[in-house]
């Protein structure tokens, strides 16, 4: 399969501290690819420089084309949908409108985007009017994908998506992004609960203190791999 | 009838003073920055108006869209010299930068048209309508009519459009909406256009009533800063209904005893306010943004 995404050497960081050192890795089209590793091991750090949210040294390639010097939004423009840790919805904004700004369609599109969305949330269809901020943490995990999902992306960046979520909620939203990937969608899960991160990749990446530590097939992972990302 | 008087009056001030309030809130909400040029920017937008009058010989109200057009334009380069350039600078660098840009705007005023008041011509005329014991000046509501429309303009626009959705993210989560797509500096730049056009409409609609000098935009920031923090700072509602109460506050307490009792009343108001309440009157609505 050719690479969707492809990362080559990169590293990045806050305030000159480099919370990734030499990293690459590839996504291919429709593949879903697990990132595994500890607390402060460069996952989100890795999403974030993807979409360019922190600066990053290195090559990061998205469809062929190189994304460096490309801002935030137009890395969005070109396929590539973001699900933050901790949700980050706009609290005072209607669970539509959430979904609506984040469309980059014409407006008859967009709406059937949204209803694509509410298809697979029906919860946020019965609360399309509500502010997002009274919406409960899984409710607004799943207005948090369902709004990426509006700029119809081509790869999915997922940081920690089960965090703070009740084991049932955290199986609902895994189930969704199961369907997503299913669909078709590239996705690159960044997740500290490695049970459920694997049972929704067939490959991961491990991550320890800013470096890939193993990358292939989860059935090829041995165990010890997987704790030593976690445990060092 | 005086407080039914009273009423018209203060409305019709709070309704310009809305306007100020309105910019200004904008600005901060999608920059994080105090914009202390807005009061400037309300006496330039009046000063359009005097400046614009004797080539446009027709009623105030055609020189509107002249005056929100070009005031929207000082709004666009008001964020592209003293905004972008500082925006990952400490807020207190945008501060100085529009204190600065307001002194310039002062100066070039009073260069330009020397520092006697001025009026701008009435919206539609400057006649009287009796109503009972009633006196209205057409002005007066001409200004609530066109305040609130404006306002209203803003409320649908905000409320229904792709743009205001994308304005709203850019306000309550710039990082976010640049990662939902949303051109964040665009949005920026459309909001300080906005806000500098919600001014000069307010400079337009009080320069006739109340005249205009190059130095009222002081009195008008401070009327805008309270009006928010009454209202609840980074509150839109907030910011349009602590307006009208600082102008009904500033109308009631100046016709029973003097502008400057009314004036001092406010500010020890403001100070009670920050003392009891410093949230503001919506201030639950701005803890829910964040």
């Known amino acids: 399969m050719s690479a969707l995404l492809s990362i080559t050497g990169v590293s990045a960081g806050y305030g000159g501290a480099d919370a990734l050192d030499g990293v690459s890795l590839t996504v291919a089209a429709g593949e879903t690819v697990a990132l595994l590793g500890a607390n402060g091991a460069g996952k989100s750090t890795l999403l974030k420089a993807v979409l360019g949210l922190v600066p990053a040294r290195g090559e990061l390639r998205f469809d062929g084309a190189d994304l460096g010097g490309l801002a935030t939004e137009a890395r969005v423009r070109r396929g590539i949908g973001y699900v933050p840790e901790g949700r980050r919805v706009f609290p005072g904004m209607s669970v539509r409108d959430n979904l609506e700004v984040a469309g980059l369609a014409a407006a008859r599109d967009r709406a059937e985007d949204v209803e694509r969305v509410f298809a697979l949330f029906p919860d946020l269809a019965r609360k399309s009017r509500d502010s997002a901020w009274r919406l409960s943490g899984g409710q607004q995990q799943m207005l948090s994908l369902g709004r990426a999902l509006m700029g119809r992306p081509r790869l999915l960046l997922l940081d920690e998506p089960s965090l703070g979520l009740s084991p049932k909620l955290a199986d609902e939203v895994f189930a969704a992004i199961r369907h997503i990937a299913a669909a078709g969608t590239a996705v690159l899960l960044a997740e500290q609960s490695a049970a459920r991160a694997l049972s929704a990749a067939p490959r991961a990446v491990l991550l320890r203190l800013g470096r890939v530590v193993a990358d292939g097939p989860v059935a090829a992972l041995s165990e010890e791999a997987v704790r030593d990302a976690f445990f060092g | ?277 410093p949230q503001g009157l919506f201030g639950e609505a701005v803890r829910r943004r964040g």
């Not at chain 2, 359009?48 to 929100?68: H, N, S």
């Open chain 2, 1 to 277: 009838m005086a407080a039914l008087q009273l009423l018209v009056n203060g409305v019709a001030l709070g309704a310009a003073y809305a306007l100020v309030a309105l910019g200004f809130v904008l600005v901060l909400n999608a920059t994080a920055a105090v914009n202390f040029a807005q009061g400037d920017l309300v006496m330039a937008g009046g000063l359009l108006g005097v400046a614009a009058a004797p080539l446009i010989p027709l009623p105030g109200i055609v020189l509107l869209p002249v005056v929100l057009a070009l005031m929207a334009a000082l709004g666009l380069l008001l964020a592209v010299v003293a905004y972008l350039p500082l925006r990952n600078r400490p807020p207190v660098s945008v501060f100085i930068s529009t204190i600065a840009v307001g002194i310039i705007l002062q100066n070039g005023a009073a260069i330009l048209f020397g520092p006697e008041p001025r009026a701008a011509p009435p919206l539609f005329g400057d006649d009287t309508l009796r109503l009972g014991g009633l006196a209205l000046p057409e002005q007066s509501l001409a200004i609530i009519a066109v305040a609130a429309l404006l306002i209203g303009a803003q409320q649908w626009v905000f409320g229904r459009t792709q743009l205001g959705r994308r304005l709203r993210a850019t306000a309550q989560d710039p990082e976010m909406a640049r990662a939902c797509g949303v051109p964040v500096t665009a949005m920026i730049l459309v909001t300080f256009a906005i806000g500098a056009a919600c001014a000069g409409a307010a400079g337009l609609l009080l320069a006739n009533r109340y005249f205009v000098t190059p130095t009222a935009g002081g009195d008008l920031i401070l009327k805008a800063y309270i009006a928010v923090t009454v209202g609840g700072w980074g509150s839109v509602p907030g910011a349009v209904v602590g307006a009208l109460l600082i102008a009904l506050f500033e109308v009631g307490v100046s016709s029973v005893l003097s502008y400057p009792v009314a004036l001092g009343a406010l500010y020890a108001t403001l100070l009670a306010i920050l003392v009891l309440r």
